[in-house]
Structure formats: C-alpha cells, structure tokens
C-alpha cells in the first residue's frame, strides 16, 4: 500500500522551516524602517539568526527530498494543479535558499558580519562593496516578496484542498494535528 503522508522528517522540517520563516519575515518588515539604534542592531541579528537557521535547515529538507519519494497526488486531482503545485514547491524550495543567501551577501558586500547566535561568525560571501550591497538589499527585498505572495498562495491552496477534502493538507499535518475520524 502507497504510505498517503509525509514522513516525520519531512514534516518536522516543513514546520521548523515555516516557524522559522514566519518569524523572521515581519521582524524583517518591522526593523527595516526602524532608526539605528542598539534595538534595531539586535532585531538585525535575531533576523540573521532565523535566515541562516533556515538555510542551514534547508540542506537536510533537501537532502530528504532527494532521497524520499513524496506522498503521490491524488488520482482525480486536475492536471493543471498537480503541474502548479510542483512549480510552486520548486518555487518554494528555491526561495527558501535563495532569501537568506541574498540577506548573507548584503551583509558581506555592506561589510556586516553574520554572527550565528551571536556566536560563529559566518565568514563573508563576497567582500565590501557598496552598490553590490545596495543591489543585495534590493534582490533580497524583492525575494521576499515574491516569497510571501508564494506562501500566501500556499496556504490558500492547503485551505482550499482541505475545505474540498481531498486529504492533501492532511499529509503534512504533525500527527496531534490529525483530524479525528467521526
């Protein structure tokens, strides 16, 4: 019998990364504005914290994935949507790479050191450079966005198939979260 969910590894590291995303983005919104000051070098480091957190999460995700066949799609589900939702996870697996790889070389390229933790300096990607910074900050900027309307219409999808009740949201869901059958 084909197992319907996700192993626990998976859906661990689905949940740590989306925690961990969740987090970091409005810290991110918020700090951008902020005026320098000691806070806002603290919120920059806590964001920094959670950015290389998920992409240190990443490589074992990876890893997995590579090596572990996904639950498969639902027979009658629309060719259409199985074709998105595969774009959409590559999509999504790349952003998660890609953001906080484009924040760790605008801190290098403005001469900002990535301190995990407040503990292991990171070494620079790439050596000071203003406008590479500048360009950074715009990339990981627009990443960004681009991410969040991705995770938005993740979501929505994932509501939208478990309103249908097709048992596609259920295959990532931890097992406390299991509906109860009735």
């Known amino acids: ?20 995303v969740l987090a970091a983005w409005p810290l991110g919104w918020y700090m951008a504005d902020l005026p320098l000051s000691p806070n806002k070098l603290q919120l920059i480091s806590w964001h920094k914290w959670l950015g290389i957190t998920v992409l240190m999460l990443m490589l074992p995700r990876l890893l997995w994935r590579a090596t572990h ?16 939702a595969h774009l959409a996870h590559f999509a999504l697996y790349a952003l998660l790479l890609a953001v906080p790889l484009s924040g760790w070389l605008m ?27 500048d360009l950074f900050k715009e990339a990981h900027e627009l990443l960004n966005d681009a991410f969040i309307l991705l995770i938005v219409t993740h979501i929505g999808a994932a509501v939208m198939h478990r309103v249908k009740g097709d048992g596609i949201l259920q295959r990532m869901l931890p097992a406390c979260c299991q509906p109860r059958n009735r």
């Open 1 to 20: 019998m084909t197992n319907t969910r996700y192993s626990s590894p998976a859906i661990g590291l689905h949940w740590a990364i989306a925690i961990l």
């Open 69 to 84: 066949t996904p639950p498969p799609l639902p027979a009658g589900m629309p060719n259409w949507q199985s074709k998105a």
């Open 107 to 133: 801190s290098s390229a403005k001469g900002y050191p990535v301190v995990w933790l407040g503990i292991w300096q990171l070494p620079d990607l790439i050596g000071k450079d203003k406008e590479l910074g």
